[in-house]
C-alpha cells in the first residue's frame, strides 16, 4: 500500500513509499499513475529511488517530478 512519510528519522523526505519484495534492479524504475494495462501507458509519477528495512517490511521510495527532482528533469529534456 501508498504510505504518505517515512518514520521520523527520515525528517527531509517528502516523498512516497510502498511496501513490496522488490529486489535488487528495480532502482530507477517508473511509478506511474493512471496506468492503462490495454495501452501498456501511464504518467510516469516518479522513478524508484531507494529501499530500507526499518523493521521487517521492505519500505521503497521513490523520487517525484516536483521540487529539485523536477527542475532536472526539465533541464535534462531542454539540454
Known amino acids: 500500500g501508498l ?3 517515512f518514520p521520523a528519522f527520515f525528517p527531509n523526505y517528502d516523498g512516497s513509499q510502498i ?3 522488490l529486489e535488487g534492479g528495480s532502482s ?3 511509478w506511474f499513475q493512471q496506468y ?3 495501452t501498456m501507458s501511464g504518467l ?3 522513478v524508484m ?3 530500507t528495512e526499518l523493521d521487517e517490511t521492505k ?3 521513490a523520487c517525484f517530478r516536483q521540487g529539485n527532482m523536477g527542475q532536472l528533469y ?3 529534456q531542454s539540454a
Do not use: K, V
Open 3 to 5: 504510505i504518505n512519510t
Open 19 to 21: 511496501t513490496c519484495d
Open 28 to 30: 530507477g524504475g517508473p
Open 36 to 38: 492503462n494495462a490495454n
Open 44 to 46: 510516469i509519477m516518479g
Open 49 to 51: 529511488s531507494f529501499d
Open 59 to 61: 519500505r521503497y521510495a
Open 74 to 76: 526539465a533541464n535534462c
